[in-house]
């Protein structure tokens, strides 16, 4: 089992920018792709970005992509997801989830696909 905990979310102005953790438990964090999603109010929770287990593949939705990074540090276990640039339009509750997987590149956009989630930290952009 894997438990997730992600911090670093807070409120920052429009064109500012905020770099979320999320620390996993265990020592299997390397058999992971890691993946970001996020939810707004009132709205279904969407594929933000992931990274495969191996660090060598990413994908982003298109709505993040050139201003989120996702990134891992497989000896920390932690991902990470800095995000410049943010805009009104990121505010929502963002969540790291985690896919086994015996690749060593395969990622899922669809979260009913990973098999741990984290609790969500809050993300607000004011403009």
């Known amino acids: 089992q894997v438990q997730l905990r992600e911090s670093g979310g807070g409120l920052v102005q429009a064109g500012g920018s905020l770099r979320l953790s999320c620390a996993a438990s265990g020592r299997t964090f390397s058999m992971y792709t890691m993946g970001w999603f996020r939810q707004a109010p009132g709205k279904e929770r969407e594929f933000v970005a992931a990274?495969?287990?191996?660090?060598?593949?990413?994908v982003y939705a298109d709505s993040v992509k050139g201003r989120f990074t996702i990134s891992r540090d497989n000896a920390k276990n932690t991902a990470y997801l800095q995000m410049n640039s943010l805009k009104p339009e990121d505010t929502a509750v963002y969540s790291c989830?985690?896919?086994?997987?015996?690749?060593?590149?395969?990622?899922?956009?669809?979260?009913?696909?990973?098999?741990?989630w984290g609790q969500g930290t809050q993300v607000t952009v004011s403009s």
């Open positions: 990274i495969a287990k191996s660090g060598g593949r990413t």
């Open positions: 989830a985690a896919d086994f997987t015996t690749s060593l590149y395969t990622i899922k956009v669809d979260g009913r696909g990973y098999d741990y």
